[in-house]
């Protein structure tokens, strides 16, 4: 019988080492201080054109709502910078009820730790939505937008939407809808990852 040391130590030697850990690992947003994080570090400020420009793909299942049917949806939402502190995003999508685009004009003014956004919806509605940016010395963010209220077919809507940054490829957006002034109601999240170049 062969000792199980020297089995591991075999197959150990049989993988490079060079393969052994990825050269390019994604980098999360908090930067490297060379220790562990303190209580009062202070929280880095959310880099948006590091997290967001570029391509991703997105899928999520939502709830019939007042925004119209649910169902699975799924595509891909492309990210630019069109100006300082200024940004564009283009989502095609496909949905149980056909084909969909979403065109947001978005701003974000980093050291106020605030946006807004402007978005026009194929399905027939649009709005615009401030958000708070929030963070921890961990490197998780969340933009909390809310939206003014909208019209739709008669009906007056109001959308939030909490955007949760915690990985380098990928973030999600939970959504909620409220009918005049009812309660909001949470729709299911949309998933999001990026595109590899």
Do not use: C
């Not at 562990?36 to 793909?57: A, H, N, R």
């Not at 007056?156 to 909620?176: C, G, M, Q, S």
């Amino acid at each position: 019988m062969v000792p199980k040391v020297l089995v591991l130590s075999l197959f150990v030697g049989l993988v490079p080492l060079d393969a052994q850990v990825p050269k390019d690992q994604p980098k999360g947003l908090m930067p490297n201080l060379g220790r562990p994080t303190k209580p009062d570090d202070p929280v880095p400020l959310l880099d948006f054109d590091k997290y967001f420009i570029g391509s991703w793909t997105f899928e999520g299942d939502a709830p019939d709502s007042a925004l119209g049917p649910g169902g699975v949806s799924k595509g891909t939402i492309v990210y630019r910078k069109i100006g300082d502190g200024f940004y564009a995003a283009v989502t095609d999508g496909k949905g149980e009820g056909g084909d969909f685009t979403i065109r947001e004009t978005i701003a974000y003014h980093q050291q106020q730790k605030v946006a807004f956004r402007h978005v026009i919806d194929s399905r027939g509605y649009a709005y615009t939505q401030t958000a708070e940016v929030g963070g921890n010395i961990g490197g998780d963010y969340r933009l909390f937008f809310k939206s003014a209220p909208f019209l739709l077919k008669g009906k007056v809507l109001k959308l939030n939407h909490t955007v949760y940054l915690a990985a380098p490829l990928t973030f999600r957006i939970d959504a909620e809808v409220a009918e005049g002034e009812g309660a909001f109601i949470h729709l299911s999240p949309w998933r999001y990852r990026r595109q590899q170049q």
